[in-house]
């Protein structure tokens, strides 16, 4: 086998024992001595597949996005019509803005360790890498769709900013309703305060 093969089988082995770690325990949880053990490989093997810990986790991190995106592409996303909206295509998209909403509380819910370390990893090392800040604003197009069904006249770097914000709003609430030294919500409540906010939120942009 050749070198670069085996580097790859290497990175793989040790991203699905990162992931399985995280997955299981958390961001905490991970310690190079235990990825050795389960990748079958020395400690400083992993140093020559990764640069450090933290572009490892940001590996497992993206397979977090990848799975995220699959959980909220079960959300259907009319197209913005070409038009002026009607009513009925502008309460559809506040009804998308809601389910996208509800779609990222069962993720986080159904998810909690890997969701929580999409927040609480920082890198210490270096910046971002741009692929993965590529990554995070792509899913955003998400939220700017039926932004773009309630407010047309917005530019595109408005409408990406007011995405953020809507999504900031979703994750304040999820994150303190998720979180055991503050106050654990269950889903359902979670969901109730979540179809209010954001729908409250939709129903302004459109104008109602």
Request: charged share 25%; net charge neutral.
């Amino acid at each position: 086998m050749r070198s670069d093969e085996r580097r790859e089988r290497l990175r793989t082995a040790l991203i699905d024992a990162a992931e399985a770690a995280i997955a299981d325990n958390g961001l905490s949880a991970l310690k190079a001595r235990d990825l050795a053990k389960e990748a079958g490989c020395a400690v400083g093997a992993i140093y020559t597949a990764f640069p450090d810990l933290d572009a490892l986790i940001l590996m497992v991190n993206l397979r977090t996005l990848a799975l995220f995106e699959r959980a909220i592409t079960a959300v259907p996303i009319a197209p913005a019509p070409e038009g002026a909206a009607t009513p009925a295509e502008r309460d559809a998209a506040v009804e998308t803005l809601i389910r996208l909403a509800v779609a990222y509380l069962h993720f986080a819910a159904g998810n909690r360790p890997r969701w929580r370390a999409l927040f609480q990893h920082r890198v210490t090392t270096h910046a971002l890498p741009d692929w993965y800040l590529v990554e995070q604003v792509r899913l955003f197009r998400y939220i700017e769709a039926p932004l773009r069904v309630l407010r047309p006249d917005l530019r595109d770097r408005e409408r990406a900013l007011l995405a953020r914000s809507l999504f900031s709003a979703t994750h304040g609430l999820v994150s303190l309703g998720l979180d055991e030294k503050l106050m654990v919500l269950s889903e359902p409540v979670l969901r109730g305060q979540i179809e209010i906010v954001v729908g409250a939120l939709g129903r302004g942009l459109a104008g109602e």
